[in-house]
C-alpha cells in the first residue's frame, strides 16, 4: 500500500476514496480498522472512522489504531481525511488527532492543514475559510447541530485544540510554485510551526501543495488535498495504470436523510417533486411511539425513489435540542436510520442513498459493512460504493447537486 488515510467520517472517506479511484488508484475504503491484512493489490487505503465529534480520548484512540495497521501494511505517506468546512468544536478533534499522529509517526517534517475542495465551493483565503461566496461563520455552518463554525479563521481555530503554535502559508507563496511553497512550509517548521494552515482556491493550487509536501510523511485536509497525489506516485513509478469497472445494482431504491444541512433541505425539496416522502417526528421517537418497521413498510409500499428524512430547518433542531438533549436526540435519530437501513436490506433493497455524515456511518455499522469499493461519481466528493450486493451513496450533509436523489438513483443502477 503506499498511501494510508484516517478519515474521521463515512461519507468524507467516501470522497477521498473517489479522489484518489479518479486518480488511477486502486482504492477501498475500509470500514473501521480492518482485522486482517491488507490486500497487496490495493495501493490506497482509506480507514473510515466515526471520530468526528466524540470525546477527544476517543478519537485519538482510534485514530492510533488505524494509524497502526496503515503502518503495518507499508504506506509511504498517511492523510488524516477531514471535513472540507472543517467540522470540530474548540477542543478538537482534528489538533488533538494530528498532534497524536506526528507524535506516533516521530516526523519533524512540516504537516500541511488544507481543508479546500474547489468543487463543492470550499476556499481558503488569508487563512480563512469560504463556503462559496460566504465566510465559513455566515454560511449556515453556523448553526451546525453538533460542530457549530462560529470562526472562519482556521489559524485561530486550529490554535484552540492544539498545544503547538499554528503555521500559515499564504496563496501568494503557493502561487510561486512548489519549490517557494515548500521552502516556505520548512521555515514555519523551523520557526516552531510544524502545523501550517496553506491557502488554496482551486485545483492547481492543491497539485502545487501535494507536489510541495512530497515525502512529507504527514497531511491533513479535505478530500481536494489528494487531488495531485496520484500523478506524484506515478511520476515515481510507484503506481501504474489501473482500469476502474463498476457494476451497479437493479433492485428497488430507498433514500434516507439525516442531514440537516441546507443543501440537503433543498435537495430534499427538490426531491418532493418527484417521488413520495415520510418526515419522522422527532417528538415520536423520543416517545418511543413509531418503530423502524413503520417506515420500512412505508417505503417498500411506495412508488419511485421513496425518501425517509428528519432533515428540518435550524429553529426546529434547536427546539428539539433544547426539549430532549442535542446528543439524545442524535443519537435516538441515528439508531432509528440504522434500524431502518437494516430492515430495508433484508427485505430486498439493493440501492441505499443516505443522506448526512452521522446518519451515513450509523447505516454502514448498523448493517455491519467492512469495506466499500469505490465506484462512479454522483456529484462531486460522493461516488457510489460497493458492498456485497449492496450499492449505495454516503453523502456528507453539504455536498450534492438539488437533484441529488434522483441523480444517485440513476447512476447506481446498471
Given amino acids: 500500500m503506499i498511501l494510508g488515510a484516517i478519515g474521521d467520517d463515512f461519507t468524507g472517506s467516501s470522497d477521498l476514496g473517489l479522489m484518489l479511484a479518479d486518480g488511477g488508484m486502486k ?8 482485522d486482517g491484512p491488507a490486500d497487496p493489490a490495493v495501493e490506497a487505503g482509506v480507514i473510515a472512522l466515526k471520530s468526528r465529534s466524540i470525546p477527544v480520548e476517543d478519537a485519538v484512540r482510534q ?38 499522529l506526528v507524535k506516533r509517526l516521530g516526523t519533524q517534517m512540516p504537516v500541511v492543514v488544507c481543508p479546500v475542495f474547489p468543487a463543492t465551493g470550499r476556499t481558503l483565503y488569508m487563512g480563512h475559510l469560504f463556503v462559496n461566496d460566504a465566510l465559513l461563520s455566515e454560511s449556515g455552518l453556523e448553526n451546525h447541530p453538533i460542530n457549530p463554525m462560529t470562526d472562519p479563521d482556521i489559524r485561530r481555530w486550529l490554535a484552540r485544540q492544539t498545544t503547538t503554535p499554528i503555521g500559515h502559508v499564504p496563496l501568494p507563496r503557493v502561487r510561486f510554485g512548489a519549490g517557494a511553497c515548500r521552502a516556505a512550509l520548512l521555515n514555519e ?9 496553506v491557502d488554496a482556491i482551486d485545483d492547481h493550487d492543491l497539485e502545487v ?72 417526528d422527532t417528538d415520536e421517537v423520543m416517545a418511543g411511539s413509531v418503530s423502524a418497521d413503520t417506515f420500512v413498510d412505508w417505503a417498500l409500499a411506495a412508488d419511485g425513489l421513496p425518501l425517509v428524512y428528519s432533515s428540518d430547518d435550524p429553529e426546529a433542531v434547536a427546539a428539539a435540542q433544547k ?28 440501492r441505499l442513498i443516505v443522506a448526512g455524515g452521522e446518519t451515513s456511518g450509523a447505516v454502514v455499522t448498523a448493517l455491519d459493512l467492512d469495506a ?17 450486493n449492496l450499492v449505495l451513496a454516503l453523502k456528507s450533509g453539504n455536498f450534492g447537486a438539488p437533484d441529488f436523489f434522483d441523480k444517485a438513483m440513476k447512476v447506481m443502477g446498471r
Fill in 27 to 34: 482504492t477501498v475504503q475500509y470500514v473501521g480498522v480492518p
Fill in 63 to 100: 485514530s492510533l489504531e488505524a494509524l497502526e495497521w496503515l503502518i503495518a501494511a507499508g504506506c509511504k505517506q498517511f492523510l488524516f481525511k477531514i471535513c472540507s468546512t472543517f467540522d470540530s468544536t474548540p477542543e478538537g478533534n482534528i489538533g488533538p488527532v494530528t498532534e497524536a
Fill in 189 to 197: 517548521r523551523d520557526e516552531g510551526r510544524q502545523i501550517a494552515i
Fill in 209 to 280: 501543495i501535494a507536489e510541495a509536501a512530497e515525502g512529507f510523511p504527514l497531511l491533513v485536509g479535505g478530500s481536494g488535498i489528494a487531488l495531485g497525489l496520484p500523478d506524484l506516485f506515478r511520476r515515481s513509478g510507484l503506481i501504474g495504470a489501473n482500469v476502474a469497472t463498476w457494476d451497479g445494482a437493479e433492485g428497488r431504491a430507498v433514500a434516507l436523510s439525516g442531514s440537516c444541512s441546507k443543501a440537503t433541505r433543498a435537495q430534499v425539496k427538490e426531491h418532493a417533486a418527484i417521488g413520495p416522502q415520510r418526515k419522522i
Fill in 323 to 350: 426539549k430532549y438533549g442535542g446528543a439524545k436526540v442524535a443519537h435516538a435519530l441515528e439508531n432509528l436510520f440504522g434500524e431502518i437501513a437494516r430492515g430495508l436490506v433484508a427485505k430486498g433493497v439493493e
Fill in 372 to 388: 466499500l469499493e469505490i465506484g462512479p461519481k454522483i456529484d462531486p466528493g460522493v461516488p457510489a460504493v460497493r458492498a456485497g
